[in-house]
Structures are given as structure tokens and as C-alpha cells.
């Protein structure tokens, strides 16, 4: 198995409900080291996406913003993919989603 990018897209942050960085921190602590989170947007889609959006807004919700990733996997405030969740719990579920979606 090759390494997976795994894409990091953050809203700006306006009227966060939950602490966006500290999520992310945490799912880089529970992903295999075959799984790497970034930022860098370079010319090739990331394996997976993680739209973090603060609320439940989700303003960073665009056209241009999904053809970063092949496959997205959606905070918006405490929900993920549109399921509501206690934050402690978000990073658990996000692992999860990330190691079952298949490229």
C-alpha cells in the first residue's frame, strides 16, 4: 500500500463551534503512518479531503474546493457528513471513514 494524502481544507473560521485544529492534531495522531495529512494544495488531488468547517454554514463548500480531493469526508461544526456528534468523538469517526474509503 502506497501513501495516501490525505488533504486538510479549513473554512475561515468566523463562528467556529468547535476547535478545528485540535481535531485535526487528533486524527493525525490515530492515522497509520501509511496516511498523511496536508495543506499543500500542488497539482494532484489528494486521496481523500477533509472539509473543516467551524459551523454548520459550511461556507468553504465550493465547486473549486472539491476538485482538490477524489473523496471528501465533511465537518461542519459537530457534525460529520451531515451525522451529529459529541466532538470528543469526531476524530474517532473521521479515522474510521478515512480507512474504510477505498481510491
Known amino acids: 500500500?502506497?501513501?495516501?494524502l490525505i488533504g486538510v481544507k479549513y473554512c475561515g473560521?468566523?463562528?467556529?463551534?468547535?476547535?478545528r485544529s485540535r481535531l485535526?492534531?487528533?486524527i493525525g495522531k490515530l492515522l497509520l503512518p501509511e496516511y498523511?495529512?496536508?495543506?499543500?494544495?500542488s497539482s494532484?488531488?489528494?486521496?481523500?479531503?477533509?472539509?473543516?468547517?467551524?459551523c454548520l454554514a459550511t461556507c468553504a463548500d465550493k465547486p473549486v474546493?472539491?476538485?482538490l480531493a477524489r473523496q471528501w469526508i465533511?465537518?461542519?461544526?459537530?457534525?460529520?457528513d451531515l451525522n451529529n456528534l459529541q466532538e470528543e468523538k469526531m476524530a474517532d469517526i473521521i479515522v474510521k471513514k478515512i480507512f474504510a474509503l477505498k481510491k
Open 74 to 80: 465533511f465537518v461542519a461544526g459537530n457534525s460529520v
Open 24 to 26: 485535526i492534531s487528533e
Open 65 to 67: 474546493v472539491k476538485n
Open 44 to 54: 494532484n488531488p489528494w486521496d481523500i479531503g477533509i472539509l473543516v468547517c467551524g
Open 1 to 4: 500500500m502506497g501513501i495516501k
Open 36 to 41: 498523511v495529512l496536508t495543506t499543500d494544495k
Open 13 to 19: 473560521g468566523c463562528n467556529p463551534v468547535i476547535d
